[in-house]
């Protein structure tokens, strides 16, 4: 089992930024991908940002120029900063780590964190 804690999450007004965190601890896969998704009210789970364990990142269009997703493996630590922010990134974001063994793919999600943006 992997276990996530996350933090940063909070009020901010248009315009502001934010940073995130999410800890892994556990039984920690050596090859793995660490991101966040989010889920608006009303709305489907979707990608935010993720990156492996090698640096590769992936972003969501809406996220491109704004956010920046990045890791530290010896803290097991992923993070993301979000500057100028919109009241359309309100949301609870999720920390995600997927975990790799051979062909086995193991997911696991954090308890999520609330943003709010205002306007």
């Known amino acids: 089992q992997v276990q996530l804690v996350e933090s940063g999450g909070g009020l901010v007004q248009a315009g502001g930024s934010l940073r995130l965190s999410c800890a892994a601890s556990?039984?920690?896969?050596?090859?793995?991908?660490m991101g966040w998704y989010r889920q608006a009210p009303g709305k489907q789970r979707e990608l935010v940002a993720t990156i492996s364990t090698g640096g590769n990142t992936n972003y969501a269009d809406s996220a491109k120029g704004r956010f920046t997703v990045s890791r530290d493996n010896a803290k097991n630590t992923v993070y993301l900063q979000m500057n100028s922010l919109k009241p359309e990134d309100t949301a609870i974001y999720y920390c995600n780590y997927r975990g790799y063994r051979g062909s086995i793919e193991t997911n696991y999600w954090g308890q999520g964190t609330q943003v709010t943006v205002s306007s």
């Open positions: 556990g039984n920690i896969f050596s090859i793995n991908a």
